[in-house]
């Protein structure tokens, strides 16, 4: 079957608004007045996003002649239309989506019409590329999703749907593309309408609404179908012209600023400078800082342009507070009697997004609105069919998975629900390695209040069981390949704090491997928690005062600072730095040949990867050093260290 | 009371944010400085997010030495208006070379701008850097994040951008690699005219039409700014009334001729034009997709 495209009719040419060439100032005072829509387009691939789009580009005028004689040639040479204008080169722009005929990354192209101002986001449909589709929707009010009419309901439409309907897009408009291909058949239609409704109230979509279209035709665009006469409703233009955008809503909740930067030009001037969030301010208003909770009044309201009398959510404004209280970025200011949450545990819907599984229990840093905390996932409750809306029993997400788990924060987090915005309930997951950005999560509520959590209040404090031994407490980390001399080197240490009258332990990595972690294999998600077991024994023992030897593999740079991040100031890294290599020769527990022919899995070093520390506090190259030599050199090290802190 | 904000305040708020949290984030931010209009409107912003303080960065200045004379003005008087500090980056093998656009080509702008813009943000350790590009200009361009990762060696991998959700940005990177931030991402021209116009924000007087030295030179118009603009034999400037789009260096940039002497004159004209503001520019005439691979080898 063979693609039928209107050509270029004389009606279709570049006419601009009548008033721009009567009254410039007339038209730029209307302009400036139009309300802006951001929308996606969205669906499987092949089902004509990008043609839809150059369409929309095409019919408002919005590409000027040099571009439509680029894509007349461009057409030509590597266009999938004949001798006909292939739209869809409008939007993919960059040189692989072209020699590939898909789309890889979402595109903003922009566009207006007589009454509004449009930013629409082509999404790609590969599931493969799900991550650019996730950031197009997550700025846009509405998704066009579009089904090509000889296919039907695909699972990336399903896949699709469920995703803008989780990141709360107020609208829905299924575009129900390709009717050229068959026959402008109403039948056709409305089978696909219907099983989008059935698919649409499983997952929850109140509303939407359906056009029968044709992108490369223009029906049903910006103008009418004489092809489908029975069609009475808007076309897609019209209708996204008239659709209720709701920008103002926020307005409406509870003032929220999450302060983005303290603005301190001089010593007279202190202000708060970022985003409103929600809510209305003026100067006066009591306000509550969180998440310490403090209140004060807003003195002023600073701006360029003067002082402000009010000013509302989505203005970027500086705040001065009546008060000098404590205020930092990554805090925020609130109505003083309906303060935001604070909590450090949550239940949340997490879209993965990494090239490499999520680990659970491992420390990903978390970014919601201006704060940034270290996390911890869980193994998920379950992960969602995006086709049967089923949930899957899983250990892990993995890239594109969608799934509810609970988050740990180390640090109390201030938070709203998802459901009342993202600003403060949508947050992302960031590698502490690569610092990729491998999640988008939506926090559905707190698992506690922090607020609530009370420690068990002891008399002999920590400090007191320190002063006792008289020494600070240490947690001397040594970390390096199975035999490269950490046990040797760490009993040499501990031999030598002994003599000196020191109170220390040494938990060594095969004696808690036989007790306390004996239910932990040697898979990724194992070897972190032994990890975080040891973290929490050593923090006990250096409770008590004691110094604390360590000696694991701790193959992952994450976990390392995960502890480090436990025991601040007092944890110190050890590399013993022995190549592979010499390891191997030496191979004291004839552990290295068991895994070269294949007797144990994931042996570091050998089938699973050992992440050298960037800056070791101290670092042992067993080739050159002793351990005696180095045993000494480390209890200098941390003596030397207390003579500081004396 | 409700109080509906217009596209102009809605589009200055999201690009304050963005100046904020870089400031925020980045150890040693600066603002590539172009003395264009979206540079204009750029450092305008920076001055408004950072008020009553001065913006907390230096501008930068890759010069060609090609650029309008009236563009030196204004950066000279701008950067000290705005009381920051401009650095002022000319690649010297390209000042040795004498690299010019007469007889150079492509290599004019590779060397003077492309490396020269590497040298300057190597030399100067910078971590995060404000480019004025807007997604409408062109289609690589359209696919930009607004927070776009560069590793050590400056490169772009358009295929492996990171996820950029709501207004949540991710400027973690480690040593060496950097950003280039772009808030004007979702302007467009219009709202760039519409804005300077409200704002009245002072832009090189070349984008108002005015009678000025011309030739015609392979469909495009160009001015002869100084002596060191090449006459063919025969070729005798010509008085016309013109203005510019885009401004770059002199002898590459194409002029419209045009009787409009004030902004909304300009954007009049730009409304009832039928060409792109770029097709002044002869950099992206060579192939469609010349400013993705630009791009990806470092040019801003």
Same mark, same amino acid.
């Given at each position: ?46 089902? *004509? ?180 006469? %029975? ?14 955008? *709701? ?13 983005? %930067? ?89 879209? %993965? ?167 932990? *294999? ?125 | ?11 200055? =708020? ?31 912003? =920076? ?30 008087? =701008? ?40 040298? =300057? ?180």
């Amino acid at each position: 079957m063979h693609a039928t495209t209107s050509p270029v009719s004389p009606d279709r040419e570049y006419r601009p608004d009548a008033l721009i060439a009567e009254d410039i100032h007339a038209y730029l005072a209307q302009h400036q007045n139009k309300s802006l829509l951001r929308f996606i387009t969205c669906g499987s691939v092949d089902d *004509g996003k990008s043609t839809l789009i150059g369409r929309l580009l095409y019919d408002t005028r919005a590409i000027f002649a040099d571009q439509l004689t680029a894509l007349e040639a461009d057409s030509k040479r590597v266009g999938t239309q004949g001798q006909n204008i292939d739209f869809a080169l409008l939007v993919d722009g960059l040189a692989a989506e072209r020699e590939q005929g898909i789309t890889i990354d979402v595109a903003y192209r922009f566009f207006s019409t007589a009454r509004r101002k449009f930013i629409v986001a082509d999404t790609p449909g590969h599931e493969q590329y799900t991550r650019n589709m996730v950031t197009g929707a997550s700025t846009a009010d509405a998704a066009v999703i579009l089904i090509d009419a000889r296919k039907g309901v695909l699972t990336q439409t399903r896949r699709h749907s469920f995703l803008v309907h989780l990141l709360k897009l107020r609208h829905v408009v299924l575009a129900v593309n390709k009717m050229d291909l068959v026959g402008y058949d109403q039948a056709v239609f409305d089978r696909i309408v219907s099983d989008y409704r059935a698919f649409a109230d499983s997952i929850g979509i109140a509303d939407f609404t359906a056009i029968p279209i044709s992108g490369l035709g223009g029906d049903n665009i910006a103008a009418g179908s004489d092809a489908m006469p %029975w069609y009475a409703g808007p076309t897609l233009i019209d209708h996204l012209e008239t659709i209720d955008i *709701g920008t103002d809503a926020a307005q409406d909740r509870a003032f929220r600023l999450p302060v983005q %930067w303290v603005n301190r030009p001089s010593l007279d001037f202190r202000g708060f400078s970022g985003l409103i969030a929600s809510g209305t301010v003026r100067p006066g208003d009591p306000v509550r800082v969180l998440p310490s909770g403090r209140t004060t009044q807003v003195a002023r309201i600073v701006t360029m342009d003067g002082d402000l009398p009010q000013a509302v959510a989505g203005q970027s404004v500086t705040l001065t507070l009546a008060d000098e209280i404590d205020c930092s970025r990554g805090d925020v200011l609130a109505t003083a009697d309906a303060p935001p949450q604070v909590a450090d545990q949550f239940q949340a819907t997490i879209v %993965w997004l990494g090239e490499t599984a999520m680990l659970p229990g491992r420390s990903y840093w978390l970014k919601l609105g201006t704060q940034t905390v270290g996390a911890t996932v869980q193994e998920p409750r379950h992960a969602i069919d995006v086709n049967t809306m089923a949930e899957l029993s899983v250990k892990t997400l993995n890239l594109n998975d969608i799934g509810v788990a609970e988050v740990y924060t180390d640090r109390p987090l201030v938070f709203e629900p998802f459901e009342d915005g993202a600003d403060l309930g949508g947050f992302i997951l960031i590698d502490r390695t690569t610092n990729a950005t491998v999640a988008a999560g939506l926090l559905s509520f707190s698992l506690r209040r922090a607020q609530n959590v009370h420690w068990q209040a002891i008399d002999i404090t920590r400090a007191a069981h320190a002063q006792q031994k008289g020494q600070t407490p240490r947690l001397l980390w040594f970390t390096g390949l199975s035999g490269s001399g950490k046990s040797t080197i760490a009993n040499l240490v501990e031999k030598k704090l002994y003599a000196l009258g020191r109170h220390s332990f040494l938990l060594d990595g095969d004696n808690v491997r036989h007790g306390l972690n004996k239910d932990l *294999g040697f898979t990724d998600a194992d070897r972190i928690e032994n990890i975080r077991r040891i973290g929490e024994v050593a923090r006990l023992m250096t409770d008590a005062g004691l110094i604390v030897l360590t000696a694991f593999i701790s193959p992952f740079r994450a976990e390392r600072d995960m502890v480090r991040a436990m025991l601040p100031g007092e944890f110190v890294e050890i590399f013993v730095d022995t190549p592979l290599a010499e390891a191997e020769a030496r191979d004291v527990k004839g552990l290295y040949a068991k895994a070269r022919s294949g007797e144990i899995a994931n042996f570091t070093g050998i089938t699973s990867p050992y992440e050298a520390p960037e800056r070791p506090d101290i670092r042992i190259d067993t080739t050159r050093e002793s351990p005696e030599a180095a045993a000494e050199r480390i209890v200098e090290h941390i003596l030397g260290v207390w003579s500081h802190d004396l | 009371m409700t109080v509906s904000l217009t596209h102009l305040q809605r589009l200055e =708020a999201e690009s304050i944010h963005i100046l904020r949290e870089v400031v925020a984030e980045a150890e040693r931010p600066v603002m590539l400085y172009s003395v264009g209009k979206d540079s204009a409107v750029m450092l305008h912003l =920076a001055k408004k997010a950072f008020f009553p303080g001065t913006p907390p960065f230096p501008l930068l200045h890759v010069d060609t030495t090609w650029k309008f004379r009236a563009m030196y003005d204004l950066r000279e008087r =701008a950067a000290a208006d705005a009381g920051m500090d401009l650095i002022v980056h000319r690649n010297p093998e390209a000042e040795a070379q004498g690299i010019n656009p007469f007889d150079h080509g492509g290599l004019h702008t590779d060397m003077w701008k492309t490396q020269g813009l590497k040298q =300057a943000l190597t030399a100067g350790g910078y971590d995060a850097a404000f480019g004025g590009a807007r997604r409408d200009e062109e289609k690589s361009r359209a696919k930009e994040r607004i927070f776009s990762f560069r590793n050590a060696h400056q490169h772009w991998d358009p295929k492996a951008q990171r996820p950029e959700l709501w207004r949540l940005y991710n400027a973690r990177k480690a040593r060496g690699e950097s950003m280039r931030v772009f808030p004007l991402s979702n302007w467009t021209e219009l709202d760039i005219w519409q804005y300077i116009l409200a704002e009245q924000i002072e832009i090189v007087p070349l984008y108002l039409a005015a009678p000025r030295p011309t030739v015609e030179r392979d469909g495009m118009l160009l001015m002869v700014d100084d002596d060191r603009f090449r006459l063919a034999p025969g070729e005798v400037p010509v008085e016309r009334s013109i203005r510019f789009r885009t401004l770059g260096c002199y002898p590459l940039t194409g002029a419209v001729e045009s009787e409009a002497t004030d902004l909304s004159q300009v954007i009049q004209e730009m409304l009832l034009t039928t060409t792109s503001e770029r097709q002044g520019r002869a950099i992206d005439h060579d192939q469609s997709a010349s400013m993705e691979k630009k791009k990806a080898e470092g040019y801003f």
